[in-house]
């Protein structure tokens, strides 16, 4: 679960390395926000918020949809948005229908060939030929964080084939002993990469003032789990994107399931339920990324608790 979270976290962030603002590459992680947010409302997880957001998502969908198939210019492209399309007008009635066991495996079958198909039709249409050289800061001796490796390689890979990814692979030594900044520092300069992204923010402390001085202060700087500091610098406009990570949620959440089998409840499936938010300067607020904000007073209220 861990490896799968973290890969599909680095997966959206790659994706705003490649350009996620397009309407195209927008339509693939939409149609899992949809599937999601049905899948919320019928486990009870968060479950008024997902209503109210489930048919903002629907709308949104639309409209991406309808710009991505006017972007479409080759007959191949043109030819996939219009099956999208019909995929989609199957898809969009389920997910506007009350959450049943029935309907929730009719809409994860119908997102899957719905998100197969936007990723295809994403690939021939946000500009193809476009290339960048990224470095891509990994400590592996931390097995949750192989998932953003993976996740943002096969991601990458997908969304911009003649980009150009090198990731340093930082042992737990090296971190320890103080030199990562400095290796990852070298591979950027080696590499003459265009982003640098870090796998935990906190590893990022001080990264900006370090490039500027090393005269890498034109390379664009992102990663997951932004510090204040980096939440500072993406409203300056200093750095370009991070993925906001709810983990004090996850804790409620883990507790949540551990209530359900002391109590001998159904247990939720727990499936994609970290909340996570792709920050840039457009949408960000200072000071620390956790949301929902009221997280710990909506499972006070599911566990009855004064």
């Not at 709308?59 to 210019?73: P, Q």
């Not at 495996?105 to 994403?122: L, Q």
């Not at 490796?149 to 911009?160: A, T, V």
């Not at 399931?257 to 994609?272: K, M």
Request: charged letters at 25%; glycine letters at 8%; proline letters at 4%.
């Amino acid at each position: 679960m861990r490896f799968a979270r973290a890969a599909l976290i680095a997966a959206a962030l790659a994706a705003a390395a490649a350009q996620a603002q397009e309407p195209a590459l927008r339509l693939e992680s939409l149609a899992e926000r949809i599937a999601k947010l049905h899948a919320q409302v019928g486990q009870g997880v968060l479950a008024e918020r997902s209503k109210r957001a489930l048919p903002e998502a629907v709308r949104e969908f639309d409209g991406a949809l309808k710009s991505a198939s006017a972007r479409a210019t080759t007959a191949e492209a043109r030819e996939s948005y219009l099956l999208l399309r019909l995929l989609w007008q199957d898809l969009r009635p389920w997910t506007l229908k009350p959450p049943t066991r029935d309907n929730a495996k009719r809409i994860s079958d119908r997102v899957e060939e719905v998100t197969w198909v936007a990723a295809k039709g994403a690939r021939m249409t946000v500009n193809p030929g476009r290339k960048g050289t990224a470095v891509l800061e990994n400590v592996s001796g931390y097995p949750a964080l192989t998932g953003v490796r993976d996740g943002f390689k096969e991601e990458l890979k997908k969304l911009c084939p003649a980009c150009k990814l090198t990731v340093v692979d930082i042992s737990l030594a090296d971190l320890g002993a103080g030199k990562l900044q400095e290796t990852v520092l070298s591979a950027v300069r080696r590499e003459q990469a265009d982003y640098v992204f870090w796998d935990n923010g906190a590893f990022a402390a001080g990264i900006e003032s370090k490039m500027q001085a090393a005269g890498l202060g034109d390379v664009k700087i992102g990663g997951l789990s932004p510090q204040p500091e980096s939440v500072k610098a993406l409203k300056a406009g200093t750095q370009s994107a991070w993925m906001g990570i709810g983990f004090q949620y996850v804790g409620w959440a883990s507790m949540d399931l551990a209530f359900r089998h002391l109590q001998d409840v159904p247990l939720t499936t727990n499936n994609a339920i970290q909340p996570t938010q792709l920050l840039t300067k457009d949408n960000v607020k200072e000071g620390t990324w956790e949301y929902p904000a009221d997280g710990l007073e909506q499972f006070k209220k599911l566990w009855q608790l004064q």
